[in-house]
């Protein structure tokens, strides 16, 4: 009996930098059964069905490396594994994920693979993979399958679970090649999100960032005291006032002077806001309506001209857009209801998720659309004459960008209300004819500063040139010259892990730095242990990196952390490779040769940045191999000052640590500086200096130690009197 299906044998989410990529993955061991014996040429119209349900497929390049590459794979013969990955990839393409990352690798057990795919976020991109399955089933089966639908599901879990379009464009301006900022999400379904590691973070929640003060926030949330200090300070707003009741709001609509605007005071996104309501009667109407999104109602004076969004940030316009009035035009026959869907919301740029930067119209919605028909004697249901106007918005999205056309004076005017409430990064809304004249030429005023502006109108605007205010806000947050890490240290091998990262922390601290520690033993902030062991693990190394406090990082990565979740950091200072024995790894993940140890270990080494250092035990040969690998500079530890690569090392001017006469010595090219006597070494007395790994340990810290730039004087200091043994701190 054959079984010719696909199972998940298990699903590893590896969040950090890994064997396959720098990035977040999804790795899938799957098992294909008896279809390893059937590739995709030899099942009768599985090609075209595929190309069918999903006819974007032909962009793939895969590893022909050109636009339909993938579907000549499909009709040479290829097997599932490497189909689930293009289908899973398709389908997170569809539903408007960005990247393409993805892999599929043959394990040592018939037909089961390594399917590796991009995950930007872990419950989207597991749902992605398990339609990717079911699609796939259903082509190999001649089966239908909807993938509409499953791309509308995967949709929702992107609104659900994904970093909203605000957040993410700062996100992805720091993690620019530019200026390469890590981040760590805080929130598993929000936009709270960490800039930086350590004591040089930063934290954004949406356009909010932790330079925002809550007084100010809570200013701008009260508009009529928003109002008040900023006519004080002389900038134009429109007069009003705040009412109670019905009647209030009725009195000062005629104290003021039709028309008025009626509108909440705490309200946000323009919801129960009326423009230019031209009765007592109107005023009625539109009073419950904006009371019902706000605390309180104000009335002010209606300012004749277009509504407009400027955008400042750290005390400069970065941005700007304008709204849009929307009319529908009678055809003599259509409703006012079938006029709007098939006038205005047949717009491609009209949706109801984040990405569309126009949003749909809908009376039934949309109050003010509402009462804006009525007041012409219309309802939804009227039929307007052939060519007959009927207004149905008067500012809808200002999703038109007219940066460009912003008069100086009223960016200063922005930027000036924008300091007077408090904030750092505002959303100034002002009302005017022309926004390339002067407010006062034209009786325009600011109506509205707002604290945590969206930011997608800017990003991705209907009309006009994206602006890049994702990077304004990450130069706002952190200078050009300004380093968004703190010193990391990973430190790997087979064995030897914790003693060298224990000393390397304990030198950090010498040097001044307060010092985070994750090993196996334990987590511990500043030399006082915080957990308990197991302290590699994703979470407790991540809590280190998450500490305001925390100058400078050491972690212990076992093979099993590279390979179960990959490293907790996405690039370090100083990476430390001790050794390899490939034996003593496998058996686990479908490690079976010492070419995927190496592989696993070298991830370490991958991930040393340019301006660090990479520490190698130069008397182990699989460890010697990875030198080129570092984009930072090596250095070469050994006991054996004469080991070839210690040797060689020092010809081309660098640097190393090793043993000669009983001592070890620091050496850049042929200057040598002695660091200290073994015999007056406290870690080494007693014989503990012929245990097997002992001295090797010693040597790698120090070398660690030095790749930190921290003084041989003090390394000497720290070196000494050191004992490993000594009691671990606690509360």
């Not at 069918?52 to 022909?64: A, G």
């Not at 104290?255 to 423009?275: E, L, M, Q």
């Not at 892990?497 to 520690?517: F, N």
Request: aromatic content about 6%.
């Amino acid at each position: 009996m054959t079984n010719k299906t696909i199972d998940f044998l298990k699903v590893l989410h590896l969040r950090g930098p890994n064997i396959w990529t720098y990035r977040s993955v999804l790795e899938a061991w799957v098992d294909i059964h008896d279809l390893e014996d059937c590739p995709s040429n030899v099942i009768p119209g599985l090609p075209d069905r595929l190309t069918t349900l999903l006819p974007t497929l032909i962009e793939h390049r895969c590893s022909i490396g050109e636009r339909g590459g993938f579907v000549k794979r499909l009709h040479d013969g290829t097997w599932p594994g490497h189909i689930l990955e293009h289908v899973t990839l398709e389908l997170q393409n569809l539903a408007g994920i960005p990247g393409g990352f993805g892999k599929a690798r043959e394990t040592s057990e018939r037909g089961v693979y390594k399917v590796v795919i991009r995950a930007w976020q872990k419950d989207v991109s597991l749902a992605a993979l398990h339609m990717g399955r079911d699609l796939l089933m259903a082509a190999i089966e001649d089966r239908p399958y909807d993938v509409d639908a499953a791309v509308a599901k995967l949709r929702d879990l992107i609104d659900d679970y994904m970093l909203g379009p605000s957040t993410r464009c700062i996100v992805e301006a720091a993690a620019d090649k530019q200026r390469r900022i890590p981040y760590i999400r805080l929130l598993t379904e929000g936009n709270l999100v960490q800039l930086g590691y350590g004591a040089r973070q930063r934290r954004i929640w949406t356009a909010e960032t932790d330079r925002t003060p809550a007084i100010a926030e809570g200013i701008a949330g009260e508009k009529d005291l928003t109002k008040s200090l900023l006519a004080s300070c002389g900038v134009p707003v429109p007069e009003g006032e705040v009412v109670a009741t019905v009647e209030e709001a009725i009195a000062a609509a005629e104290d003021i002077g039709y028309p008025v605007v009626v509108k909440p005071t705490d309200g946000n996104h323009a919801r129960g806001v009326f423009v230019n309501v031209m009765s007592p009667e109107e005023v009625a109407a539109a009073f419950p309506l904006a009371a019902a999104e706000g605390s309180e109602v104000m009335v002010e004076r209606f300012i004749k001209g277009t509504e407009h969004r400027i955008l400042v940030v750290g005390g400069k316009m970065v941005a700007a857009n304008m709204g849009e009035a929307v009319s529908v035009k009678g055809d003599g026959k259509s409703t006012i209801d079938e006029l709007i869907d098939s006038q205005i919301n047949t717009d491609p740029r009209r949706g109801v998720e984040h990405e569309f930067p126009l949003y749909v119209i809908s009376l039934d919605r949309f109050p003010a659309a509402k009462m804006e028909v009525e007041r012409q004697g219309f309802s939804g249901s009227s039929v307007p004459e052939k060519g007959q106007e009927v207004m149905i918005v008067r500012t809808s999205n200002m999703a038109f960008d007219v940066t460009d056309e912003v008069h100086p004076d009223t960016a200063e005017l922005a930027c000036l209300a924008a300091r007077i409430v408090g904030l750092d990064i505002a959303g100034i809304d002002l009302v005017c004819e022309d926004i390339s004249k002067p407010l006062d030429v034209q009786r325009g005023a600011i109506v509205e500063v707002n604290a945590g502006p969206g930011l997608l109108m800017h990003i991705k605007p209907a009309v006009g040139q994206p602006r890049p205010v994702g990077e304004a806000i990450v130069d706002h947050l952190f200078a050009k010259d300004e380093d968004s890490r703190i010193p990391v240290v990973g430190v790997t091998g087979s064995r030897g892990k914790t003693p060298v990262a224990r000393l390397i922390a304990h030198l950090s601290r010498l040097s001044g730095q307060y010092t985070g520690l994750a090993c196996s033993e334990g987590v511990f902030l500043d030399g006082r242990q915080v957990e308990t062991p197991e302290g590699t693990n994703w979470d407790a190394a991540e809590r280190v990196l998450m500490n305001r406090s925390v100058e400078a990082a050491i972690f212990e990565n076992s093979c099993r952390d590279i390979l179960g979740d990959g490293t907790v950091y996405d690039r370090c200072s100083v990476g430390v490779v001790t050794n390899i024995d490939p034996e003593l790894h496998f058996g686990e993940f479908y490690i079976d040769t010492p070419e995927k140890v190496w592989n696993a270990f070298r991830t370490q080494v991958d991930l040393v940045l340019a301006s660090g250092c990479a520490v190698l035990n130069a008397e182990d040969p699989a460890v010697v191999e990875m030198a080129p690998l570092s984009d930072g500079d090596v250095i070469f530890y050994g006991i054996d000052g004469a080991a070839e690569a210690i040797v060689a090392h020092r010809a081309e001017g660098k640097r190393a640590v090793f043993v000669n006469d009983g001592a070890i010595v620091l050496a850049t090219g042929a200057a040598e500086e002695l660091l200290a006597p073994l015999s007056r070494i406290n870690m080494l007395a007693d014989g503990q200096a012929e245990q097997p790994g002992v001295l090797s340990n010693l040597l790698a810290a120090i070398a660690g130690a030095w790749a930190l730039n921290i003084s041989p004087a003090l390394i000497r200091a720290g070196v000494l009197p050191y004992n490993p043994k000594a009691p671990l701190r606690g509360d």
